[in-house]
């Protein structure tokens, strides 16, 4: 086993908590990769921002149709029983809590559930999509990210220093060492590469972990 | 995903005494009469559920449907915008016996909280009834010069809704003017119960045609040839 | 020529009125009757509450739909170019400017275009409809009534006694006796009986009449 | 009721200097090409309309639809909830020059205030970007325990849209999620022009399908086979 997780097992770990039946918005880029890892026999209705409820993989390279996209404006197919509807319905599923659960990337993620994604200060030109919506309107939010950044600094952290996207918005994070809940704004651990000690993984993040029955951290080989 | 439920009595069964039930329909055009009369023989068998809260346009005709659960004494609230239908006798007995409370609404302004209860807008502002008794005692606020009044989002426990066409994931199509509240109070319903005229294979309603998607649909059960509320009116039912 | 006009002869007066291409709400009960004299020739595409735009005439006994009612719960057909909706979108045309014309009943009108139609105060069972979105919301605002009560007492008056319906909201009264515009905050008469002097008129309104150009007000016997 | 219009340069001949403009379309889906592309030509010809506020999801992509609008210089400020498409160099470059204004809104937050445009709300309160460097400077409320942002209406002097079918009397569909702002645009704009791909007439839209009624349409244009920005993109086309 390697020191981490590759960004597919990541996703892989996450799938696994999809409830049978939830309806579920993965952001754009990483968190996508979940669908591909649902496990066999659970029904899970993805939605999509610019205005699907069910709909499905990629078309076959050349059968695009660009009238039909997801959120990232990547082409997709419909499954049967979709439906398509305008972006104030759209965002009424968002904002109204019928989503079960949205999965999104993260810059940083805090102990109070605090979420940073959108922004990484001036210079740029800032874009912020439907994050805001998504992390305020579904029953849970779940975070996949890296443990740290790539200079090795941690990403959850006792709070976010980059402008935030939500405020006590997150309810699990999935990354590339543990798999954390947001309770009670503490990070409680629940599963951690079983090749790392408690001690290492704290040292990796920037706020109190806080240990339950911590469970092993084991995904198959992607 | 196992929304169809086998009958009646199942839809309605878990439906608890002192909740709040949104009941689709404008005067017959959509009322969920099956639905309601399951929900009224329960309540003449149980005693539950009683004391309910019911938002409807209207306040029951006749002696079906919602009358029907205002005769057997179901029902301590109506939320409504117009009580008087063309006949109204069952509420208005009980109403002017002081034995059922009315929270008046107008029209728009109902529906529009509805719609705010499903979208997660906890309060907006409309320019309707400002100035007006309804308006007493709510929020006022100028915006470019006119007046307006803050409403705050309705929601309910449970929604009884009537649809045409509906598939195993929930999908809802209405039938003409049938459709009225009823889109609305499926989003802004904690469980939404649907009457199908007819169950359909997922798919087999175009997704462009979807007007109610599953994800505001927690039941529903199957209801060949419905009654009609005004039909039934019409012919002496009562 | 009576001394005053009939319902039918004052819906036949505000249907001369309607503009073409209008988008219309009529009233339920007296202001329905107004589509019946429609000018030919003239397109109106008529809106009601509980969901229809562009629907015609009843349809004949025996043929009703009771799924296909106007606010009235009267029996409705459908033009070619009809259109269903659920009430919230319905609302949003009237509460968003989108209706040209919405013609209402009275109790009282006050000359500041305050008017009270839908409660008679305590003792009865109050019940609003639309009438409270309809008014505040068409770019016109229409009234037709009887120009006084059936005791004989002005309709038309200085300040309304009744519980309002909508604050400075009434743009045209057509009564039994004048076709009366309401502009900043004053009644400015338009037309009034021919047999009638304006002194006669004035005794039986509540409030000062401005006389601008008065034309005679003439309709056929119906 | 004369709502077709004969051709795409009649359609959009009296939109005026600093005009906002709501543009439909969420990335190349909806975006209706020719009537943008007529406006950008009546822009080269006779430097009018130029100063104009764009309100669409996106802030255009390569050189053609807003992105030619923006590179041809008539474009004062974009309102949008995400300025960052593939190729987003047109923005970019005349945003970082200081030469492009932005009004960034949470996508569901920008849906919400076109609709409360379109249908006479002038302010609503929403979770979305409580606490955020987006609510600065907006008031907050608390309503049943949780914090919310007040937010007001957006309107628009025009909307551009794209449709599927268009009928005489101004009845709209559209295709797949090529739908996504344009239906609430068309309610939130004094003025709504539309491009359909075909034109049929009164009757041939059952009323059940229809998604946007023509109470909400100004002038329909008919352009067969439009072109799609996204497929334009992907041949190359600039």
């Known amino acids: ?222 | 995903m196992g929304k169809i439920i086998a009958d009646l009595d199942s839809a309605v069964a878990d439906i608890a005494d002192g909740v709040s039930v949104m009941i689709g329909g404008f005067g017959g055009a959509g009322a969920p009469i099956e639905l309601i009369h399951a929900l009224v023989e329960r309540y003449g068998r149980t005693g539950s559920p009683g004391a309910l809260t019911v938002i409807n346009n209207n306040a029951g005709n006749g002696a079906i449907g919602i009358a029907a659960m205002i005769d057997a004494g179901m029902v301590a609230k109506m939320v409504c915008s117009f009580p008087r239908s063309s006949d109204p006798r069952a509420f208005t007995e009980r109403y002017l016996a002081g034995r059922i409370a009315l929270e008046l609404v107008p029209q728009g302004t109902l529906a529009e909280r509805i719609r705010a209860g499903g979208a997660g807008i906890p309060a907006f502002y409309t320019p309707t009834s400002f100035g007006t008794q309804l308006a007493e005692g709510k929020p006022v606020a100028e915006f470019e010069g006119r007046m307006y009044v803050q409403e705050r989002w309705l929601k309910a426990d449970v929604a009884l809704i009537k649809a045409e066409l509906a598939d195993r994931k929930g999908n809802l199509t209405y039938r003409k003017a049938a459709r009225n509240f009823s889109p609305l109070m499926a989003m802004a319903a904690e469980t939404t119960i649907v009457q199908a005229s007819r169950v359909v294979e997922p798919g087999a309603i175009d997704p462009e045609h979807v007007v109610t998607p599953g994800i505001f649909v927690n039941r529903v059960v199957e209801v060949p040839d419905p009654r009609q509320e005004e039909a039934l009116l019409r012919e002496g039912s009562r």
Chains 1, 3 share one sequence.
């Open chain 1, 1 to 222: 086993m390697s020191t981490k997780l590759t960004n597919a097992q990541i996703a892989w770990r996450a799938a696994q908590d999809l409830p049978d039946g939830a309806y579920v918005n993965l952001g754009i880029g990483f968190p996508e990769m979940i669908a591909k890892f649902k496990p066999e026999g659970r029904e899970v209705v993805y939605h999509t921002e610019n205005g699907i409820l069910d709909f499905g993989e990629a078309p076959p390279a050349g059968e695009e149709d660009w009238d039909l996209i997801n959120a990232g404006k990547k082409a997709v197919t419909l499954n049967p029983g979709a439906a398509f509807f305008h972006h104030a319905d759209s965002f009424a599923m968002v904002r109204g809590g019928h989503l079960d659960v949205a999965v999104l990337g993260a810059y940083e993620v805090a102990e109070n559930g605090d979420l940073a994604n959108w922004s990484t200060g001036p210079g740029s030109v800032p874009a912020v999509g439907g994050a805001m919506d998504l992390v305020h309107g579904a029953r849970q939010v779940w975070v996949v990210t890296d443990h740290v950044t790539r200079k090795g600094e941690p990403k959850l952290l006792k709070h976010c220093s980059l402008p935030l996207t939500g405020v006590g918005c997150v309810t699990t994070v999935y990354t590339s060492l543990a798999v954390i809940d947001i309770v009670e704004r503490r990070f409680v651990l629940r599963e951690k590469l079983p090749g790392m000690s408690f001690e290492e993984l704290q040292f990796l993040t920037g706020a109190e972990l806080i240990a339950g029955g911590v469970a092993d951290l084991i995904v198959p080989e992607i």
